[in-house]
Each structure stands twice: as structure tokens, then as C-alpha cells.
């Protein structure tokens, strides 16, 4: 709900109230920006995650991306940046994986140590260092068929 929340414009409430439910009738539909093959597309400017079959919209993900906010680690002060570009799942760990950050539920890491991965905090807005946060349920969701696999392509803009 929260998703469709973002792409319509309507505030991020999470309830599907009479106006989230005119905006889903009305057709309010993300548009993909890939056109071919099974791509993995995350849009920072709506926080939102879409599972894409060439060049439609067969799911949509309410997401975290990162903050913007400098943070310390390792002795050295950072910024949380999720970078753009085109990029692919390279590994993923399916559990928990622990990093120097905290754990990471189910992640698909697509550069060096960022990834998608299901997370208990998802806010509607840009919260985490870099990685690509859904909820724990999105996150098996996403491990099924249809999902997001080693080899998958990620489109982040």
C-alpha cells in the first residue's frame, strides 16, 4: 500500500482508504524504465523497488534507500550512498548475514557490500547506510520465482 502510495503522490500512511483505492481503480501503475529482460528497478527519487518483465511492471516494493547522512565505521567517518547505475547480483546469502553494520536478512548483494535485503524498519523515506531495505515478508517474496536472483540485473536511478 505504502508503494502505491509513493508513486501516486498520495501521503504515506500505509491505510487503503477511499483515495489510495481511486488512485489503484483509476490505473496508477509505476512505469518501468527498462524495456527487455527481467530487471530488478529501484527508484530512490520514490523509494520504491519494481520487479520488471520486459519492460512491465509485475511487482512494486515499498523501500529504504540510503540517508545521506554521514555515519562512523571502521575508524572513519561515511556517507550513506546508494550508488546508480546498472548493476548485477553477484551473491546472496540465504539467512542472516552479519556485517559491520548489523545483520542483513536474505540479502542479494548487487556492489561490493550493498544489497537488498529485508530489513524490521522500513520507513517510507531514505533511512539506511547505502543497502536497498524492504520488509522480512517482501523479502521472501522477492527470494521466489520471479524474484531476484544470482545474475539478476538491478537498475538503480
Not at 527519487?45 to 511487482?59: P, Y
Request: proline share 4%; glycine share 16%.
Amino acid at each position: 500500500v505504502v508503494a502505491i502510495q509513493k508513486v501516486a503522490g498520495l501521503s504515506r500512511d500505509g491505510i487503503c482508504g477511499p483515495l489510495t483505492w481511486s488512485r489503484v481503480d483509476g490505473g496508477v501503475r509505476p512505469q518501468a524504465r527498462s524495456d527487455t529482460g527481467h530487471v530488478v528497478e529501484v527508484r530512490k527519487t520514490t523509494q520504491t523497488l519494481l520487479i520488471v518483465d520486459s519492460g512491465i511492471a509485475r511487482g512494486i516494493y515499498n523501500t529504504s534507500s540510503a540517508s545521506g547522512h554521514r555515519y562512523y565505521q571502521g575508524g572513519d567517518w561515511h556517507i550513506a550512498l546508494t550508488p546508480s547505475g546498472t548493476f548485477r547480483v553477484f551473491r546472496q546469502v540465504d539467512g542472516g548475514d552479519s556485517g559491520p553494520l548489523g545483520s542483513l536478512y536474505r540479502p542479494q548483494y548487487f556492489e561490493g557490500g550493498i544489497a537488498v535485503h529485508g530489513y524490521t524498519s522500513v520507513p517510507s523515506t531514505p533511512a539506511s547506510h547505502g543497502c536497498v531495505r524492504v520488509s522480512l515478508r517482501a523479502m521472501d517474496n522477492l527470494w521466489g520465482v520471479g524474484g531476484i536472483q544470482v545474475g539478476s540485473s538491478v537498475l538503480v536511478y
